[in-house]
């Protein structure tokens, strides 16, 4: 599944592509949720005839959530980023995760999931997507992982612990 905008940067015409050339489509539903000012045309060109359902954009977190636990794996091919919320959301519902370079996505992945290039995405997916479906035990193995990833680095606590200290430590220097 996708989660986010349907924008240039977010690059989901490339994620769709290698769906499409792919041999996933007879017996596995790609998932959008998000919706842009792409959506009209990407869904004119890419539809449920390949197994691609277009959800739109889900404002309840709770029903985003559920769609989240109900995936076995979150794919964002940005070609630019910050650090996205939407990976933060898969890893920490235990999904196995693929996202390219982007801004800090890659840093967040490190070990716990498939990171991409920027460049060649489509090529990349199309090589690593069918993986899942081969090798069901990749979606779980890389799931939990991705899971201990947040627990590890990205609990509230533990950022709210570190912004305290890095507003003591400004603090500090403009005192001295």
Excluded at 60 to 79: M, N
Aim: charged residues 20%; hydrophobic residues 45%.
């Amino acid at each position: 599944m996708y989660q986010g905008r349907v924008a240039v940067e977010k690059n989901v015409e490339s994620l769709l592509k290698a769906w499409k050339l792919s041999s996933l489509k007879n017996d596995s539903r790609l998932l959008i949720v998000g919706d842009g000012h792409l959506t009209p045309n990407l869904k004119g060109n890419y539809n449920q005839d390949d197994g691609i359902i277009w959800l739109g954009a889900i404002a309840d977190e709770t029903k985003r959530i559920d769609i989240l636990r109900g995936a076995d794996v979150f794919i964002l091919p940005s070609l630019v980023e910050g650090l996205s919320l939407s990976l933060l959301e898969a890893m920490a519902c235990g999904l196995a995760c693929v996202a390219t370079d982007a801004g800090a996505d890659g840093e967040v992945l490190a070990n716990a999931g498939i990171i991409l290039s920027t460049q060649g995405v489509t090529t990349q997916l199309k090589t690593v997507l069918p993986m899942f479906s081969h090798h069901p035990e990749l979606s779980s193995l890389l799931g939990k992982k991705a899971r201990a990833r947040i627990l590890e680095k990205y609990t509230l606590h533990d950022n709210v612990t570190k912004l305290e200290k890095l507003y003591l430590s400004l603090h500090n220097r403009i005192l001295i």
